[in-house]
């Protein structure tokens, strides 16, 4: 039998919900090129979207300005699900990034369309507000979604700074918003990218 | 260098942040009876975590009384923690579920005095919130924490029904908080219990 058979609950709106809940599934099979803090596997996006999710609920108090982490834990919750139709882009991929906005934009118009259209619009707006990095809820959820990665490279000897050969200006470019909206999270970044300068995971 | 060795931010507050923060990365390790729906491999704590916090946004208009999703979100994220010291217990294990009580005590009061007093508060707070099914909030998530293994067994051919040998009694008995709390929801489980004893993959 397959998905559709178990659906029918003769309300069309919660098949459509449990069959959008089935298919995010396909999150636990994304992978990203960061390692789990362990070293034993690549991380993937349901994974890492927990995560920052519960990093968000632990420094709040770091942030610039007031944020509803009420909001910024749905946003991180939701933030790489069009990556189940896109796949994941390497940060560090200049070329990959080429038409990444593009690609994404196409993926969020067929996944979000399963929904309920008040749904699809609700997730959608979530997942634009995270991307657009303008509201200070956005900040603070891309300020997690950076700094999470970061940890699990400088935990894991700099794997995929190494991997990648990223550049510390690479870096810093990436974790800027950290600089503008967690300044003292940052000053501890910024040591940590000495250290992995002086211990060639990333190159000067 | 051991992972003290990237933590000293110069304030002890944000290092045991830091220091929380890897740690629970184990959750990624801690790995559950259910299935993913791909049917690859077994689930893990981190995966599920996030799959019910999706689903919880999707699915309150069939709660019984209004819930804070904001704050049900965060249950979500946060309520297997404990299991990073306890372990996962299958629930319909009779036998690993005695002392599992006291069992996740003991582990709650090591985890979370790892973090700053007030935090550990916080999150120990929403865990003994979910865990004692009282509030709308916590009625609400262990609804979806019950509904979604349900999906998963249904939508693999009862694998973890099946392989657990488990009573339609014991299912209808895990799921009465969602009898009770979200009643459209469970006359579409009902159907498909029907049809999993059909099926032979729960005993009558």
């Given at each position: 039998?397959?998905?559709?058979?178990?659906?029918?609950?003769?309300?069309?709106?919660?098949?459509?919900?449990?069959?959008?809940?089935?298919?995010?599934?396909r999150?636990?099979?994304?992978?990203?090129?960061?390692?789990?803090?362990?070293?034993k596997?690549?991380?993937?996006?349901?994974?890492?979207?927990?995560h920052?999710?519960?990093?968000?609920?632990?420094?709040?108090e770091?942030?610039?300005e007031?944020?509803?982490?009420?909001?910024?834990?749905?946003?991180?919750?939701?933030?790489?699900?069009?990556?189940?139709?896109?796949?994941?882009?390497?940060a560090?991929d200049?070329?990959?990034?080429?038409?990444?906005?593009?690609?994404?934009?196409?993926?969020?118009?067929?996944?979000?369309?399963?929904?309920?259209?008040?749904?699809?619009?609700?997730?959608r707006?979530?997942?634009?507000?995270?991307?657009?990095?303008?509201?200070?809820?956005?900040?603070?959820?891309?300020?997690?979604?950076?700094?999470?990665?970061f940890l699990?490279?400088?935990?894991?000897?700099?794997?995929?700074?190494?991997?990648?050969?990223?550049?510390?200006?690479?870096?810093?470019?990436?974790?800027?918003?950290?600089?503008?909206?967690?300044?003292?999270?940052?000053?501890w970044?910024?040591?940590?990218?000495?250290?992995?300068?002086?211990?060639?995971?990333?190159?000067?």
């Amino acid at each position: 039998m397959g998905i559709q058979d178990y659906l029918e609950s003769k309300n069309e709106r919660l098949d459509r919900q449990l069959l959008f809940t089935a298919e995010i599934d396909r999150m636990t099979d994304i992978l990203r090129q960061t390692m789990l803090i362990s070293g034993k596997r690549r991380e993937n996006d349901a994974e890492h979207s927990w995560h920052i999710a519960v990093m968000a609920m632990l420094l709040t108090e770091y942030a610039a300005e007031p944020v509803d982490i009420g909001r910024v834990v749905r946003m991180c919750v939701v933030h790489d699900l069009v990556e189940i139709e896109a796949g994941d882009t390497f940060a560090y991929d200049t070329q990959g990034n080429i038409g990444k906005a593009e690609r994404e934009r196409i993926a969020a118009d067929k996944l979000f369309s399963r929904l309920p259209e008040d749904q699809g619009s609700m997730i959608r707006g979530l997942w634009e507000e995270f991307d657009a990095m303008e509201t200070p809820d956005a900040k603070y959820a891309a300020c997690v979604d950076r700094l999470q990665p970061f940890l699990h490279n400088v935990l894991t000897d700099g794997h995929t700074w190494r991997s990648g050969k990223v550049a510390r200006a690479s870096v810093e470019k990436r974790i800027s918003v950290i600089r503008e909206f967690m300044p003292e999270v940052y000053r501890w970044m910024e040591a940590n990218i000495e250290q992995a300068v002086e211990n060639g995971w990333l190159s000067p």
